[in-house]
């Protein structure tokens, strides 16, 4: 389970992130834990946030995978 807002090591490159909502629909990035209180923000801003994703090639790979499960559990959640 992946939970938005937390602090993940990544398992490619071992950077620290933390996923956020981006702008779309079903729409999660990965950003990198820069000052540390990106942890507390839910939406990913072009001006504060750094995405994880350009900076770890690996990870890119596998997030469409990841990004269908967070959607999937958030929906799982919000209908409870």
């Known amino acids: 389970m ?3 807002n937390q ?3 990544c398992p490619f490159c071992k950077k620290q ?3 956020v909502t981006g702008y779309g629909f079903n729409s999660y990035l ?3 834990i820069i000052n ?3 942890h ?3 939406t990913y801003d072009k001006d504060k946030h750094h995405s994880h994703l ?3 090639p690996p990870l890119q790979k596998k997030w469409e995978e990841t990004k269908k499960r967070i959607a999937k559990q ?3 959640k919000n209908k409870i």
């Open 7 to 9: 602090i993940y090591n």
């Open 54 to 56: 350009l900076d770890c």
């Open 30 to 32: 990965p950003v990198e």
């Open 36 to 38: 540390g209180s990106e």
């Open 2 to 4: 992946i939970k938005l």
């Open 17 to 19: 992130f933390t996923v």
């Open 40 to 42: 507390l923000d839910y």
């Open 74 to 76: 958030e929906k799982k």
